[in-house]
């Protein structure tokens, strides 16, 4: 059934542990729900969420919030290398790794551990460990904010990149994710290559998909906080690209500087690294800070508003940029 609740505290639907107040929160559990509470027209400013876990709420939301409650995986096909999966866009994003991993279909192991629904998975284009979502995502299901129409983006419609999609630019603030379809492998091709991933999954016995999402959740462990415990988004910054040319000069400068080239011969630097260098795991700021393990992290050390961690970004960005020459942008959703 349909939920509509009037004056919602977001607090437990964002990771950060902000407090922000919605004038309206609905949440829908089949297409049907969501297309009967559309149909009537829909003019409300409007925000849909899945796991909250990258938001920054920075004020009240004065529209309406949006969530899928939309579960299930339906086995669509299958042939000897693949399977295709369709899956509820509110289903649990490790759990369907998890899921996937125990029936030995390979594809989503490297993103093991990441906070967050399925529905966001395509918005997002989550990554980890050089694995993307996009590459596996074949299909997304949408239903129009402004006319209840259902529509279907292809993999080649969603312009997937580096933590983007079309439901980030052109579309978005257009849809609300239904379903969206994996194809998996029945014979996995690891990707092991990040980092000591390769060396701990050797730990474990070898590569199997169970190993790989083991090693990918110990390393995620050491360095991530638990959302349960510390709040927080994530990655609260993009790994910043710049030209070759540019990523050369700052070698010279900082020799131990991690980089790493990109297909369009771009160089992808470590937003972790650069924060770390500026000295912000020593801040002494009360309500927010970096997590000691991940600089890249923003964490809310308990009672920050979203302004309190909104300055301190800005803070951020700026000795990033007076140090390094380079601009940080955010990866996390600011909803003013
Ligand atoms: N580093 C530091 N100090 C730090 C943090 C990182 O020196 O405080 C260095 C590391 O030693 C390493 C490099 O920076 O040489 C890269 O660090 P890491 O492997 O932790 O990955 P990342 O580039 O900082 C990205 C994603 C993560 C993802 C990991 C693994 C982005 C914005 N973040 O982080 O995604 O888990 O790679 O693939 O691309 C997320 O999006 O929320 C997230 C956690």
């Not at 829908?28 to 709420?57: H, M, P, R, T, Y």
């Not at 002494?284 to 992290?297: D, S």
Request: aromatic share 8%; net charge negative; glycine share 10%.
């Amino acid at each position: 059934m349909l939920k509509h609740s009037k004056k919602y505290q977001l607090l437990s639907r964002n990771t950060f542990g902000i407090e922000a107040v919605a004038e309206n929160f609905v949440e829908f559990s089949n297409e049907e729900e969501l297309l009967a509470f559309l149909d009537g027209g829909f003019d409300d400013k409007l925000l849909v969420i899945g796991g909250g876990s990258n938001l920054l709420f920075v004020n009240d939301f004065h529209g309406t919030v949006f969530h899928s409650a939309i579960k299930g995986v339906e086995l669509v096909s299958e042939d000897n290398e693949s399977v295709l999966l369709r899956v509820g866009s509110g289903v649990n994003w490790d759990e369907l790794v998890e899921y996937t991993v125990s029936q030995g279909w390979g594809g989503l192991e490297n993103l093991s551990a990441i906070p967050g629904e399925v529905g966001a998975s395509a918005v997002q284009n989550v990554g980890a460990y050089g694995r993307e979502a996009g590459e596996l995502i074949t299909k997304v299901e949408t239903i129009a904010i402004a006319d209840a129409s259902k529509h279907i983006f292809l993999h080649d419609d969603c312009d997937f990149s580096y933590r983007h999609s079309i439901f980030k630019a052109a579309e978005k603030g257009k849809h609300i994710i239904t379903y969206v379809t994996y194809r998996l492998s029945k014979q996995p091709q690891f990707k092991l290559a990040y980092g000591n991933l390769n060396e701990k999954v050797e730990e474990l016995g070898g590569a199997t998909l169970a190993n790989v999402r083991k090693a990918v959740c110990m390393i995620r462990n050491a360095k991530l906080p638990a959302p349960s415990e510390i709040g927080s988004a994530g990655s609260f910054f993009m790994n910043p690209v710049v030209p070759a040319p540019v990523a050369d000069a700052l070698k010279q400068r900082y020799p131990s500087m991690p980089s790493y080239p990109t297909a369009s011969g771009d160089v992808k630097l470590s937003a972790g690294w650069l924060i770390e260098q500026c000295g912000w795991k020593q801040s002494p700021h009360e309500h927010v800070g970096v997590y000691q393990h991940q600089a890249l992290v923003v964490i809310n050390r308990g009672g920050a508003t979203g302004r309190d961690v909104l300055d301190f970004a800005a803070a951020v960005v700026k000795s990033v940029k007076e140090k390094f020459g380079v601009e940080l942008c955010m990866e996390v959703n600011v909803i003013a």
